[in-house]
């Protein structure tokens, strides 16, 4: 299918491809054609392989991101993305795909996302970002690639018999003391302390935390805070 679509100028994003007629939902909007091969990536660059980059030819490179898309992506016999309709598109509707359907991670993107959408994650970020309800919501219209990556990281923790990255944190934490356990330690050291003569403390050097009550900071095993997407 060609045709029903035209370039315009959107008021905040630059240029913009719109349909000039209705797309059902699962039909082809876009068909994607291979222009050149890349050897590395870039704000143009579409993602096609775990390690290979395209150029598309024609609008195809003008359609802009959004969080929550219109649009999804098929790879078509040539290699190149087509661009399906995940919702019902009506004339005069910007068309949009989400740039994490094609690019496993983005570097190129560091402003905020103005996308306008209710579901904007503000920051542009690649799939290996992306949450997965979002992942889940994607379903069938992403770059294949990508999916083959997270079933490989998948086997391979399941072969190394690994939990979850996010529960092995938890498993290595050293156990809390408990209020009980304090107040016996406590009364210990009272105990000792009637039993001999109190002996000056040596002067702290720097760096010596026992003034703060012997704190051992945990930031340093804290990890380090959530990106703001
Ligand atoms: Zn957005």
Not at 6 to 31: D, H, I, N, W, Y
Not at 61 to 71: A, G, I, L, R
Not at 146 to 173: K, V, Y
Request: with cysteine.
């Amino acid at each position: 299918m060609t045709g029903g679509y035209e370039l315009q100028r959107t008021e905040a994003k630059g240029e913009g491809v719109f349909a000039t007629r209705s797309f059902q939902v699962g039909e082809t909007v876009m068909v994607g054609v291979i222009d050149c091969e890349l050897d590395h990536n870039h704000a143009h660059a579409s993602q096609v392989g775990e390690k290979r980059f395209v150029l598309h030819g024609g609008l195809i490179t003008k359609v802009n991101h959004s969080c929550d898309p219109n649009c999804g992506i098929h790879l078509n016999g040539a290699g190149a993305h087509d661009y399906v309709a995940r919702q019902l598109i009506t004339a005069g509707q910007e068309i949009t795909f989400d740039y994490a359907m094609r690019n496993y991670s983005i570097e190129h993107f560091a402003a905020h996302c103005q996308c306008g959408s209710p579901r904007c994650r503000d920051r542009i970020t690649g799939w290996k970002d992306l949450p997965a309800e979002r992942k889940a919501d994607y379903h069938g219209l992403v770059a294949p690639y990508l999916t083959a990556i997270d079933d490989q990281s998948a086997t391979q923790q399941a072969d190394l018999g690994q939990p979850p990255r996010c529960h092995q944190g938890i498993q290595h934490h050293p156990r809390q003391p408990r209020t009980d356990d304090l107040s016996d330690a406590v009364q210990r050291l009272d105990h000792l302390r009637a039993r001999r003569p109190r002996q000056p403390d040596p002067p702290l050097s720097n760096g010596d935390t026992r003034a703060l009550g012997g704190t051992t900071s945990n930031a340093a095993h804290r990890p380090p805070p959530a990106p703001g997407c």
